[in-house]
């Protein structure tokens, strides 16, 4: 199951995510501080330059300040964080309090999915993803929902070479 809610501007008003419009369409893609794991991120690479995205794979182990700086450096169009560790939950809440702690990143797109815990209960993955979008990320993936991420990038806006125009929210699965 796929958690999105509403993308927010900065003064927390619905609003479009992520947009390319006006920017390099450069996405992050990134772990949290816990998890050594890449191949996610090679995918998730994949993924991303196949639609077009300059991607800035800043692999494993990353500290929430290194993330915090290398966006404030690329000015991303969306932030990917990945984790498959089972820890994914606890670091995902510090790090979305330290970016959406910034007044230049209050606004940028950032999902986070994977393996965020260790429950095999539904109900517990559930108050896991609440307490991540409560943090501030605007979608979270469970394990093994790459589809759902694909249809997320693809509403979420057009192609960079296709068109300039604002794209509409993204839509639930």
Known sequence: MTHLPRPRSAAG??????????????????????????????FLQLLLEERGYRVINLGPCVPDSLLLSECLRHDP???V???VNGHGHVDGLRLARTLRGHPD?????????????????????????????????????????????RRYLDSARPAPALTGARPGAPGAP
Do not use: C, M, Y
């Open 13 to 42: 008003e619905p609003s479009s995510a992520p947009d390319t419009s006006g920017t390099s369409g450069t996405v992050i893609v990134t772990t949290v501080a816990s998890d050594s794991h890449t191949w996610n991120l090679v």
């Open 77 to 79: 169009a969306l932030v």
């Open 105 to 149: 990143l209050a606004t940028v797109p950032v999902v986070i999915g994977g393996k965020l815990g260790v429950s095999a209960s539904a109900a517990e993955r559930g108050r896991q993803a609440a307490a991540l979008l409560e943090a501030g990320f605007d979608a979270v993936f469970d394990d093994g929902q790459e589809d759902d991420l």
């Open 81 to 83: 964080v990945s984790s």
